[in-house]
Every structure is written in structure tokens, then in C-alpha cells.
């Protein structure tokens, strides 16, 4: 299952996050339980369940729709699922904290922290870049962020999906062609902090980082290359962007 911003459900999803940016709670509401309403699979239930949650004003029903996203995500063996638990078990377990009910609370903060770091995803991964490189190079840490150009990364970027990986190569600096790279991390990584449960629950972008190189094994030539003017669009959002990189 690949996480697509194209996809109905989630474009109204993405619409009523922009009306909560506004302020403007209530056609947020409305966006979310339109999500909802067209929601035909596990996955766009899963997810539109999860964001009519937010903004119910009650705690009761605030679990019945955290609960009512659970029973989908369950259902569904993806890695882009399963990343969102310790977020929606957390947020269970503070609802039943705030009725008072601490078993429950209990059960739904030891389930939170047993799927905590708990990455199962085996790839294959992707790198996107500009860069020209050749099967056996290895991609380190501390290369210039695609986003802020004066900040020095620590980790090296890293994704399971190759059309993120297009994306990416996309964004990247240089004058060379978009290349996607198939690449094997050398040492231990994470859930990319900067997209995990930001904009949506987990990490659906299954976006990954190391501290360790990523050897390249391959290259891919069939990914989705966006329009110059997606990526004009892409560049305008990303100048406008004030939060801060996880570094």
C-alpha cells in the first residue's frame, strides 16, 4: 500500500488540516467527516476515522473514532499502519485517563510503548538525488538539506516508497538529472521525526534516517517525475515553511 497525496480521502484530509491552520475548526469538521463518507478501503477509513477524532468535543467521542481507527488500522498488515500505533494507543490511553478509567489507560500506554521503535519495514529503500553515482558508493551523513540549504544534516534521508525518492531528487540541489537510487542501510535507523506523526498519524511516507552510510545497490528509472509545475509548487511551500528541521 503506497501512501498518495492524490488520493481523494486523503486530499480532503490535507484540505481540512488547511482550515485548522485557518482556524477554522468547523469546516475542518465537515472536511474530515466528508473523508469519512468516502472512505471505500481499510486504509482511507483508517485515516479519516483518525482525523475526526480531533475535533470531536467530547472525550467519549473523541475514542470512539480514535477506537474506530484502531479496529481499521488492525486490520491492515502495512508498515505504513503500523508506525501510527504508539501515537493512537497514546491517545486512547489519555482519553480513558480522562474518564477515569486507569485500566484501560494502563493497557493503552503499554501497547503505546510496545510498538514504540518497533520498525518492521524491510524495504527495498530509496534514495533520490542528483548526484551521478555507481552500485557500490556509499551515501553518508552530512550533506546540505534540500529544504535549508545552510543546515548541515546529520543523518542521511532515506525512503521506501521510490516516488517519494522521485520527489526528493526532485527537490535536490545541482544541475544533474533526478536519479533514484536503490540503496541498503549499513547500521541501525529511525522514523524520519520531521514526518512521523506530524500531518498524519505514523510515518505513511515510510521516511527513514541514519546516522550509518547507505550503500547503493541499484538504480530505478521508472518512478513518477513531477511537472515543472508541481515542483514550482513544491519549492513555494517549502520557502514558506516556518517550522523548524529535526536535525
Not at 470531536?56 to 491492515?76: C, H, M, P, R
Not at 544533474?176 to 536503490?182: C, D, K, P, Q
Not at 514526518?195 to 510515518?203: A, H, L, S
Amino acid at each position: 500500500m503506497e501512501f498518495s497525496p492524490n488520493n481523494d480521502v486523503i486530499k480532503l484530509c490535507l484540505q481540512g488540516m488547511e482550515m485548522e491552520d485557518k482556524g477554522e475548526p468547523e469546516d475542518a469538521g465537515r472536511l474530515f467527516f466528508q473523508a469519512w463518507s468516502k472512505a471505500t478501503n481499510d486504509f482511507e477509513k483508517f485515516t479519516a476515522a483518525y482525523y475526526v477524532a480531533r475535533r470531536q468535543k467530547n472525550v467519549s467521542d473523541k475514542l470512539k473514532w480514535l477506537e474506530t481507527a484502531l479496529e481499521f488500522g488492525l486490520k491492515i498488515n502495512d508498515d505504513t499502519v503500523k508506525s501510527a500505533f504508539p501515537a493512537l494507543y497514546r491517545n486512547i490511553a489519555e482519553c480513558y485517563e480522562e474518564l477515569s478509567d486507569a485500566d484501560n489507560a494502563r493497557k493503552n500506554y503499554e501497547l503505546a510503548d510496545s510498538f514504540r521503535d518497533r520498525l518492521s519495514d524491510k524495504g527495498p529503500f530509496y534514495h533520490g538525488t542528483r548526484a551521478d553515482l555507481q552500485v557500490g558508493d556509499l551515501l553518508t551523513a552530512g550533506g546540505r538539506s534540500n529544504y535549508k540549504a545552510e543546515l548541515v544534516m546529520n543523518h542521511i534521508y532515506f525512503t521506501a516508497l521510490a516516488n517519494g525518492a522521485g520527489l526528493a531528487a526532485a527537490l535536490a540541489s545541482g544541475d544533474g538529472h533526478e536519479r533514484v537510487y536503490i540503496v541498503e542501510p549499513t547500521g541501525t535507523f529511525e522514523n524520519d521525526p520531521n514526518v512521523t506523526d506530524k500531518k498524519f498519524p505514523g510515518n505513511p511516507t515510510r521516511s527513514y534516517r541514519s546516522q550509518a552510510p547507505l550503500k547503493i545497490v541499484g538504480e530505478v528509472t521508472d518512478f513518477v517525475r513531477i511537472t515543472p509545475e508541481e515542483l514550482q509548487v513544491w519549492r513555494e511551500k517549502l520557502a514558506n515553511t516556518k517550522g523548524e528541521i529535526i536535525n
